[in-house]
């Protein structure tokens, strides 16, 4: 009789601490789950901080090689003045 209670009395206690450690899953699961959604957030924004930065480094590329053309075009021809452009007439068709 009293090993039966004593069996009895160890199985609530397996079952009790067997409840607090599901208890104890589910919450680390979320937590888990939280984090993960945060790591996915930082990932996505440094992918968009590193393609708006490429985005101005190539800009300020372009910038630089167009200034160094046109620096070099007026070094070639410093003298002579840009040509005008020729006059253009716009044709007008009457129906």
């Known amino acids: 009789m009293t090993s039966q209670i004593e069996t009895n009395l160890k199985f609530?206690?397996?079952l009790t601490e067997r409840h607090q450690l599901?208890?104890?899953?589910?919450?680390?699961?979320?937590k888990v789950?939280?984090?993960e959604r945060m790591v996915s957030d930082l990932t996505r924004?440094?992918?968009?901080?590193?393609?708006?930065?490429n985005l101005e480094m190539e800009a300020k590329e372009q910038?630089?090689?167009?200034?160094?053309?046109?620096e070099s075009q007026m070094e070639?021809?410093?003298?002579?003045?840009p040509a005008a452009p020729a006059e253009k007439k716009k044709i007008t068709q009457c129906r």
Do not use: H, N, Q, Y
């Open 12 to 14: 609530e206690d397996l």
């Open 33 to 35: 789950r939280g984090l």
């Open 63 to 70: 910038a630089k090689t167009a200034k160094a053309t046109a």
């Open 22 to 30: 599901a208890a104890l899953t589910r919450m680390l699961t979320s």
């Open 76 to 81: 070639a021809s410093p003298t002579s003045p």
């Open 45 to 53: 924004d440094i992918k968009r901080l590193e393609f708006d930065r």
